[in-house]
Antibody
Framework: EVQLVESGGDLVKPGGSLRLSCAAS????????MNWVRQAPGKGLEWVSS????????YYADSMRGRLTISRDNAKNSLYLQMNSLTAEDTAVYYC????????????????WGQGTLVTVSS | DIQMTQSPSSLSASVGDRVTITCRAS??????LNWYQQQPGKAPKLLIY???SLQSGVPSRFSGSGSGTDFTLTISSLQPEDFATYYC?????????FGPGTKVAIK
């Protein structure tokens, strides 16, 4: 079964840091561009970051640029998101999602999603 | 950045109704447009990619059309499991923006 499972969400104080992880299974992880999408409580979807299959292409949303590092470990079938200098506006469910086109430098769509992990930034 | 708008923001419909949701991009995005369905408390689900291609496993009552700046998602006969929020998303250029969503509720 194709599956993505996020972890690492937590309650963190403003200014703090957090590292999210996404474990992939059921497909050849190293062939796909992977992505993070977030959703603030009661709000819409917001694309956060993408990383191509070999990590050659990396993209960040302007709202979080400079505070984020996306990375992947193809040997461990895992995707990561390091988030720094967190603010209350970063409170959201963070989803890991796969882009379906093989070996594409950028995501064409998001076809497989994890269940999400909740990040709460509050003092 | 490319801005995505959707109309209506919400609608009420009955089972069996034909429903159309519109998405507009602030500049031409060719056919780089996707549609997602999100049920409350669940992850989004890809319905349509490249404006008009039906994702595998998605019922044929869903269809998409359009190119350039104007796109539509049509549900030909609304079913009980279709009551959800629908989002469009452009994959033409970064940031890969989503529309604000259209909530489809039961009349």
């Amino acid at each position: 079964e194709v599956q993505l499972v996020e972890s690492g969400g937590d309650l963190v104080k403003p200014g703090g840091s957090l590292r999210l992880s996404c474990a992939a299974s059921g497909f050849t992880f190293s062939d796909y561009t992977m992505n993070w999408v977030r959703q603030a409580p009661g709000k819409g979807l917001e694309w956060v970051s993408s990383i191509s299959s070999s990590s050659s292409y990396i993209y960040y949303a302007d709202s979080m640029r400079g505070r984020l590092t996306i990375s992947r470990d193809n040997a461990k079938n895992s995707l990561y998101l390091q988030m720094n200098s967190l603010t209350a506006e970063d409170t959201a469910v963070y989803y890991c999602a796969r882009a379906p086109r093989l070996l594409s430098p950028k995501p064409d769509a998001f076809d497989i999603w994890g269940q999400g992990t909740l990040v709460t930034v509050s003092s | 950045d490319i801005q995505m708008t959707q109309s209506p923001s919400s609608l009420s419909a009955s089972v069996g109704d034909r429903v159309t949701i519109t998405c507009r991009a602030s500049q031409s995005i060719s056919s780089y447009l996707n549609w997602y369905q999100q049920q409350p408390g669940k992850a989004p689900k890809l319905l349509i990619y490249s404006a008009s291609s039906l994702q595998s496993g998605v019922p044929s009552r869903f269809s998409g059309s359009g190119s350039g700046t104007d796109f539509t998602l049509t549900i030909s006969s609304l079913q009980p499991e279709d009551f959800a929020t629908y989002y469009c998303q452009q994959s033409y250029s970064t940031p890969f923006t989503f529309g604000p969503g259209t909530k489809v509720a039961i009349k």
